[in-house]
């Protein structure tokens, strides 16, 4: 089935930008909707962002709007996220996912990879 191994997460000051990188193995990586979710401690997983397929359409949690972008490299069987103007409430562990299509439900999305943590000083 594959798999998503994320990388590019650590400290940063509040304001600071931070890329996260997820590349997946497997031949089947551009049939994927691919997604960005975090976890922080206490909380419960939450969606931050979904691309499509062939990258022309995203989607975003209101709370990243506008600080956070995603794209994807089908070529190199990568999605990015790109984190800008960070907060401390935005620290968590960060998950890339793999689904069918794109949701801000985290069932929907049947592979995942083991997350990167990110944590912003204030």
């Known amino acids: 089935q594959g798999q998503l191994v994320e990388s590019g997460g650590g400290l940063v000051q509040a304001g600071g930008s931070l890329r996260l990188s997820c590349v997946a193995s497997g031949r089947t990586f551009s049939t994927y909707v691919l997604g960005w979710f975090r976890q922080a401690p206490g909380k419960e997983r939450e969606f931050v962002a979904s691309i499509s397929r062939s990258g022309g359409n995203t989607n975003f949690a209101d709370s990243v709007k506008g600080r956070f972008a995603i794209s994807r490299d089908n070529d190199k069987n990568t999605v990015y996220l790109f984190m800008n103007a960070l907060k401390p409430e935005d620290a968590a562990v960060y998950y890339c996912?793999?689904?069918?299509?794109?949701?801000?439900?985290?069932?929907?999305?049947?592979?995942w990879g083991q997350g990167t943590q990110v944590t912003v000083s204030s």
């Open positions: 996912a793999a689904g069918p299509f794109s949701s801000t439900s985290s069932s929907v999305y049947g592979l």
